[in-house]
């Protein structure tokens, strides 16, 4: 999954980045909302986590643009201020969360993961296909009732197919939520990440299919 983190203290903003990223999440960070607005415009995030005191424009206003542009994505407000009116107007604006620092870091995660789950409408932080089962919350996979070894990167690939189920996860959407600006990855990386993923995959009642020109589907095959 792939965060934007729009945070102007930065000393808070790294060890934000770094929770995040040991819980497996690739993590952008911005310092103001002008170029926060500028990414949200031309990258594809999971979900944003925005500051309200922010120099020039504030979190509040990045968020109005944000959803009268229909950007959908789900955002979280971290900010120091705790007034109920700040609370009010976060969530009026179309914010779909709201912690106050200083915070636990379980919690933050946990919330994401709500709101991540939400966005593509999963009820629960564990999700099964075929004899296939992920345990969001543990990041723990199993197959057939035994543990799963997966890579960060093939954990991300399979969390992203079995929440997007039956749907088709585009391909760009994929090499998008597994890279940070200064880590890119190519297509034909993520097409090799596949591959590995399906060699795990087999005998799992479970197959990646691939939709040329588009993204990948995760169908069950009724055989275990």
Request: glycine share 8%; hydrophobic share 45%; net charge negative.
């Amino acid at each position: 999954m792939r965060v934007l983190l729009v945070e102007d203290d930065l000393l808070v903003a790294a060890g934000i980045r770094e929770g995040l990223e040991k819980a497996g999440f690739a993590v952008d960070h911005l310092a103001a909302a002008e170029p926060a607005e500028s990414a949200l415009g031309f990258t594809h995030y999971d979900l944003a986590i925005i500051d309200i005191g922010l120099p020039r424009m504030d979190g509040h206003e990045l968020i109005r643009r944000l959803r009268r542009r229909g950007v959908q994505l789900p955002v979280l407000i971290l900010t120091a201020r705790d007034g109920l009116d700040d609370r009010v107007v976060g969530l009026d604006l179309g914010a779909d969360d709201y912690m106050v620092k200083p915070f636990l870091l379980p919690e933050l995660l946990a919330r994401m993961r709500a709101l991540i789950r939400r966005s593509r409408s999963a009820v629960s932080s564990e999700l099964s296909a075929g004899q296939v089962s992920l345990d969001l919350a543990r990041r723990v996979a199993t197959a057939n009732g035994a543990p799963l070894e997966l890579t960060g990167r093939e954990w991300e690939i399979l969390q992203q197919l079995m929440l997007a189920s039956p749907n088709v996860v585009v391909k760009q959407k994929l090499v998008e939520s597994l890279s940070e600006w200064d880590k890119e990855l190519t297509a034909n990386a993520v097409e090799i990440y596949v591959s590995r993923l399906r060699a795990k995959l087999q005998g799992c009642g479970v197959e990646i299919r691939t939709l040329r020109g588009i993204g990948y589907r995760l169908d069950e095959t009724g055989t275990a």
